[in-house]
T-cell receptor, first 112, second 114 residues
Framework: KQEVTQIPAALSVPEGENLVLNCSFTDSAIYNLQWFRQDPGKGLTSLLLIQSSQREQTSGRLNASLDKSSGRSTLYIAASQPGDSATYLCAVKETSGSRLTFGEGTQLTVNP | NAGVTQTPKFRILKIGQSMTLQCTQDMNHNYMYWYRQDPGMGLKLIYYSVGAGITDKGEVPNGYNVSRSTTEDFPLRLELAAPSQTSVYFC?????????????FGPGTRLLVL
């Protein structure tokens, strides 16, 4: 059974700092890995999607990497801003079926 | 496009009551999903549908039922509400289920069972 773990559970940083969020998964047979952002009281918004054949994806100040062999992904946020404060969820899509398996999330607070 | 819409936003149920959580998408997506998210936890798949008339169980289907009579709508039914069903429920949709598929989420329904 696929299990996804995110470390740390919570992170508080000063504005302007570069930071890394970690995600690990137990079964390397995945279709893709996604990073989502969740704001309080709202749904999830997809940030980046990395296919199993890819190593990384970038969007603006965000960069996500994927290492299937070690079962790890990182989300790098450059020059963090208070507007980046949210919960970040990692999810893997398994090779068979339509299921996404989610991690528990990292709650990020960026202080002005 | 409104995307994925869910109603109601919040509901309190008494134990044993029933209710239907509504979900509608206007993107003509084939795939639709229901998840639940417990406090401090990730999302768990309850049911999903690959098209009108086709539904299948996810990881935690017990206590729930779904139907998919149209492409747009995917209601989730709770027949006998239990405290363990207190959670936030998210509906999502996607066009495909391939390696590049991205799921689009609704704002969620917060359910409290007392």
């Amino acid at each position: 059974k696929q299990e996804v773990t995110q470390i740390p559970a919570a992170l508080s940083v000063p504005e302007g700092e570069n930071l890394v969020l970690n995600c690990s998964f137990t079964d390397s047979a995945i279709y893709n890995l996604q990073w989502f952002r969740q704001d309080p009281g709202k749904g999830l918004t997809s940030l980046l999607l990395i296919q199993s054949s890819q190593r990384e994806q970038t969007s603006g100040r965000l960069n996500a990497s994927l290492d299937k062999s070690s079962g790890r992904s990182t989300l790098y946020i450059a020059a963090s801003q208070p507007g980046d404060s949210a919960t970040y969820l990692c999810a893997v899509k398994e090779t068979s079926g339509s299921r996404l398996t989610f991690g528990e999330g990292t709650q990020l607070t960026v202080n002005p | 496009n409104a995307g994925v819409t869910q109603t109601p936003k919040f509901r309190i149920l008494k134990i044993g009551q029933s209710m239907t959580l509504q979900c509608t998408q206007d993107m003509n997506h084939n795939y639709m999903y229901w998840y639940r998210q417990d406090p401090g936890m990730g999302l768990k798949l309850i049911y999903y549908s690959v098209g009108a008339g086709i539904t299948d169980k996810g990881e935690v289907p017990n206590g729930y039922n779904v139907s998919r009579s149209t492409t747009e709508d995917f209601p989730l039914r709770l027949e006998l509400a239990a405290p363990s069903q207190t959670s936030v429920y998210f509906c999502a949709s996607s066009q495909t289920s391939g390696a590049q598929e991205t799921q689009y989420f609704g704002p969620g329904t917060r359910l409290l069972v007392l």
